[in-house]
């Protein structure tokens, strides 16, 4: 039986308040939203509560209800809090932020979480990983390489908490790669790890050894030849024709930089990352444009910051975007279930369109549509 997918649009949701309950029922609908209120990571948990009052403010249905609490950013004070969510009956609750605070949680079979962590590798059944997960973006820059017919790619990966993570995804998504290999992190180290994988030396031997060659020959314009290889660091093929960099920020820049430096251009190389939030700084970096990246729809991201600042004063974090169209989405689904709060309203297989992006949610587990940007001087520039 072919399986039709509705593309069910969070902004209807959001942006009509006109969509009521009241007509079904007069009992509180209640959510919980687990947060750092306080604690090192109080500023995200903040901005969160602030973006979900937005959210229910255009919801504007008086029955629809968010019970904020408060993670103190460690397992334990979650445990505290969840215990408290289920003491109140929810059954449904958006967060925890960061995967370590999903640890207890498991335990709660009768509750279903909607955690911000874009990390699916082993977390509890009873958790929906909300970011935007790995998984997500390896089928965005798959969707790339087979349009710009690409097929011989090299994955890096730090070693770091994220390793696991990316190979999971990697097999997940049938990702195909020439090679992958993973790299310490140290600033010392990149340099030599990255001329090893893409061969640098051996293509300097051939360099040199291609001079020594002309030089005891008698071929005409040798010393033209010469001369040219000599503006040359490197002779033979790279042997990859796309790169895609697991890393942010430094990190990312430093390999990046490390590639240039084993004369692997991004000219001649496409260069790729991880969803990187549009952040300026690589705008900058004109040495490794172009840069791909998935990321979100950035037309909709500038409309909500714009938004929120007008609101608070203050620039949202990335997560207070998750936070108001997660608040939508579940409004909507519950909604749609005849105000029914259970597990079933995340094993349909739909499509919601949010201010984030599409989000896609089958068998308990949300992926999500990307768009995909180049990063160029001017700025960035969508591809698809």
């Not at 430096?261 to 496409?270: G, I, L, P």
């Not at 984030?356 to 999500?368: Q, R």
Request: charged residues 25%; contains cysteine; positive net charge.
């Amino acid at each position: 039986m072919k399986i039709i997918l509705k593309i069910l649009t969070l902004a209807l949701v959001i942006f009509l308040p006109n969509i009521t309950t009241s007509a079904y029922s007069i009992e509180k609908i209640k959510i919980g939203l687990l947060a750092p209120i306080t604690g090192e990571n109080s500023n995200l948990g903040k901005s969160i509560l602030k973006a979900a009052r937005m959210a229910i403010n255009k919801i504007n249905d008086p029955i629809f209800e968010i019970v904020p609490k408060d993670t103190g950013s460690n397992p334990e004070q979650t445990l505290i809090s969840t215990n408290e969510l289920r003491a109140e009956g929810i059954k449904i609750v958006i967060g925890p932020i960061f995967q370590k605070n999903l640890q207890y949680l498991g335990s709660f079979n009768e509750m279903t979480f909607i955690s911000f962590t874009n990390k699916n590798y082993k977390n509890p059944r009873n958790v929906l990983s909300a970011g935007i997960n790995a998984e997500s973006q390896i089928n965005t820059i798959k969707k790339f390489l087979i349009q710009k017919k690409l097929k011989k790619t090299l994955v890096l990966i730090p070693e770091n908490d994220f390793k696991n993570e990316v190979d999971f995804a990697i097999e997940r998504s049938n990702f195909d790669y020439k090679k992958k290999f993973y790299y310490n992190t140290s600033p010392i180290k990149i340099n030599e790890q990255i001329q090893k994988f893409t061969n640098y030396n051996q293509r300097k031997k051939n360099l040199e050894d291609e001079i020594k060659r002309i030089e005891n020959s008698n071929i005409e314009n040798k010393e033209k030849k010469i001369e040219e290889l000599k503006k040359k660091d490197t002779l033979g093929t790279i042997g990859f024709d796309s790169v895609v960099i697991c890393d942010f920020e430094e990190g990312l820049r430093s390999v990046a930089t490390s590639l240039l430096y084993s004369d692997v251009s991004s000219k001649e190389v496409a260069f790729i990352s991880l969803n990187q939030w549009f952040n300026s700084q690589l705008v900058k970096e004109k040495t490794i444009h172009p840069l791909y990246f998935p990321s979100i729809n950035d037309v909709e991201f500038e409309l909500f910051q714009n938004n929120f600042n007008n609101h608070f004063d203050e620039i949202p974090s990335h997560l207070s975007l998750m936070s108001y169209d997660l608040i939508g989405l579940v409004y909507y689904l519950v909604v749609q279930n005849n105000l029914s709060i259970d597990k079933k309203i995340f094993q349909k297989k739909n499509k919601f369109k949010g201010t984030v992006g599409i989000f896609e949610i089958n068998k308990n587990k949300i992926t999500h549509i990307l768009n995909f940007y180049e990063t160029n001087e001017h700025g960035f520039k969508k591809i698809f």
